[in-house]
């Protein structure tokens, strides 16, 4: 199977292509930061390759499915989903980012002088005063009047 998988036969445009699985050449670069695999003849729950579970990882990602209804191709969800909490926490999805920055900046490039963080808007907690809406029903008349 190929690293790359073509969504529509009709459409030859090169968006039309999505990545189903870690291209060789990058999981040479990416392995090198995942630690040290558990050896095979080894006693508990069959060992699932991390190339396999970071493919999952990726599935999961791309469709949005949940870590459960992972295809069994890529082993169990349970073992894909404690990987990547696992790996987020250490750090580990941070230097493949890196790795992947550096790759394509070395292929295509990146424009270094413009950059963009995506964010959101929320209410501040401590924000100020708060305005209230009191909307006048019977038992505010009923209020008002013994003030």
């Keep these: 199977?190929?690293?790359?998988?073509k969504e529509g036969a009709e459409d030859n445009n090169k968006h039309a292509y999505t990545i189903i699985s870690i291209p060789d050449d990058l999981?040479?670069?990416i392995e090198k930061i995942l630690p040290k695999e558990k050896p095979f003849k080894t006693v508990?729950?069959?060992i699932i390759p991390y190339r396999r579970v970071l493919d999952g990882i990726l599935y999961v990602l791309r469709t949005g499915?949940?870590?459960?209804?992972?295809?069994k191709e890529y082993g169990s969800g349970y073992t894909s989903h404690r990987r990547f909490q696992e790996w987020n926490s250490t750090g580990v999805f941070k230097n493949i980012w890196i790795i992947l920055l550096k790759i394509y900046d070395d292929l295509i490039g990146i424009?270094?002088?413009?950059q963009s963080l995506d964010s959101i808007s929320i209410k501040s907690p401590l924000g100020g005063p708060r305005e209230e809406i009191v909307l006048l029903i019977e038992a505010n008349w009923a209020q008002k009047d013994t003030f």
């Design 44 to 46: 508990g729950r069959p």
């Design 27 to 29: 999981w040479n670069e």
């Design 1 to 5: 199977m190929t690293c790359i998988q």
């Design 65 to 71: 499915c949940q870590w459960k209804m992972i295809p």
């Design 111 to 114: 424009n270094w002088s413009w």
